[in-house]
């Protein structure tokens, strides 16, 4: 199958869920996880009609977004992967939401920088709803202080919540624990479910999936 004919079969999986779920169709956006592939390759999705797409490295995405996003107006750009605060510059002027402030340091750098370059990048916080030594991401009973935080400290508006659950287990439970923690915190959008288990995620409440392999083919 050709990259753009599995961007529509997920597409169409999407829809099906989010009916499935009783949700209307828009309510589930799908982030095209572009990760390692070339322009060229990203440029078929763009072309196929898909405008989000996470990336997980900084300096990667420095290479082929700029030129991707001069090309094509509305594209919006998520970083999904951890974010060293000697990067947060940087990240600020590329991408449009950060799914991954996980820590004081962080935010802080984030909110300086957006102060900085008077642009506002839209922020999730990364839980590790697994509580993973190796895994970046807040730990579930810290969240909703560290949410706080960033409202009251930093006046950082937090739109939603993101989460990858441990690669063995069952993800249900990590992604109700996450809209739970959602709903504590009051925010509302919901980062969760990959290639293999967005259709679980959006069963669960997820507002946004992140699926790369599934339809770029594997790394
Ligand atoms: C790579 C990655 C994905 C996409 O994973 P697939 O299994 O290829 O769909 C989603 N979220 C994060 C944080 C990732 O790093």
Known sequence: MELQERLKEVWSRIAAAARDAGRAEPAVQLVAVSKTFEADTIRLAIDAGQRIFGENRVQESQGKWPGLK?????????????????????????????????????????????????????????????????????????????????????????????????????????????????????VKKLSMGMSGDYETAIAFGATSVRVGSAIFGAR
């Open 70 to 186: 001069a090309e094509t107006p509305g594209i919006e750009l998520h970083l999904i992967g951890p974010l060293q605060s000697n990067k947060a510059a940087e990240a600020v002027a590329l991408f449009d939401v950060i799914e991954t402030v996980d820590r004081e340091k962080i935010a802080r750098a984030l909110a300086e920088e957006m102060k900085r370059q008077a642009k506002v990048v839209r922020l999730y916080v990364q839980v590790n709803t697994g509580l993973e030594p190796q895994k970046a991401g807040i730990a579930p009973d810290d969240t909703a202080a560290f949410v706080r935080f960033c409202r009251d400290e930093l006046g950082l508006a937090i739109e939603g919540l993101m989460c990858i659950p441990p690669a063995d287990e069952n993800p249900g439970p990590h992604f109700a624990l996450l809209a739970k923690l959602a709903e504590k915190c009051a």
